[in-house]
């Protein structure tokens, strides 16, 4: 398979660095810090999220293979006008991933997972960790309230 083809394939493994901070000076490697990241949802044009999230330093951290830990943050937006497919609206795509990122060499990783309520006519996301052997109860949700576009 070509890159550009699992790159189609994968949509929910992309996101775009907004920016950091550090939180924890490291004398050798990269500092600790937060992280804000933004992916569009994969089905639905218009729907945006952000996620802060920790990321590990040190040395462990430079090489890539530091656990991050699980505290994570989720805000999403509605940036555009807003068409529920059919198979989000009839609940068929509720609990689908829309977003993934391994969180440490093996086995954990930060997900985030979509939801629609239609008596309210809003999109839920939630971003939490998992791992195989035991998850995380920290979790983070947010909702996009779908309305008209200006």
Same mark, same amino acid.
């Given at each position: %398979? ?6 189609l394939?994968?949509?929910?493994? %992309? ?5 950091s ?8 490697g990269?500092?600790d810090?937060?992280?804000i990241?933004?992916?569009? !949802? ?10 802060s999230? /920790?990321?590990?330093g040190?040395?462990s ?9 699980? !505290? ?12 529920l497919?059919?198979?989000?609206k009839?609940?068929?795509? !509720? ?10 060499l093996?086995?954990k990783s ?16 939630? /971003?939490?960790? !998992?791992?195989?052997i ?7 949700i947010?909702?996009?309230?779908i %309305?008209?576009?200006?």
């Amino acid at each position: %398979m070509s890159i550009s083809a699992l790159l189609l394939a994968s949509p929910c493994l %992309m996101a775009e660095k907004i920016g950091s901070v550090s939180t924890k000076f490291k004398i050798l490697g990269a500092n600790d810090k937060i992280v804000i990241e933004a992916f569009d !949802d994969p089905d639905i044009v218009g729907a945006t999220c952000y996620l802060s999230r /920790a990321k590990t330093g040190g040395i462990s951290g430079t090489v890539g293979v530091a656990e991050d830990t699980s !505290d994570a943050s989720i805000a999403c937006r509605q940036v555009g006008p807003i068409e529920l497919p059919e198979n989000v609206k009839n609940g068929q795509k !509720d609990g689908k991933e829309v977003f993934k990122k391994s969180t440490s060499l093996l086995f954990k990783s930060l997900q985030v997972v979509r939801f629609y309520d239609p008596k309210r006519n809003v999109l839920i996301y939630l /971003a939490y960790s !998992d791992r195989i052997i035991e998850g995380s109860p920290k979790n983070s949700i947010s909702t996009i309230p779908i %309305m008209p576009w200006r």
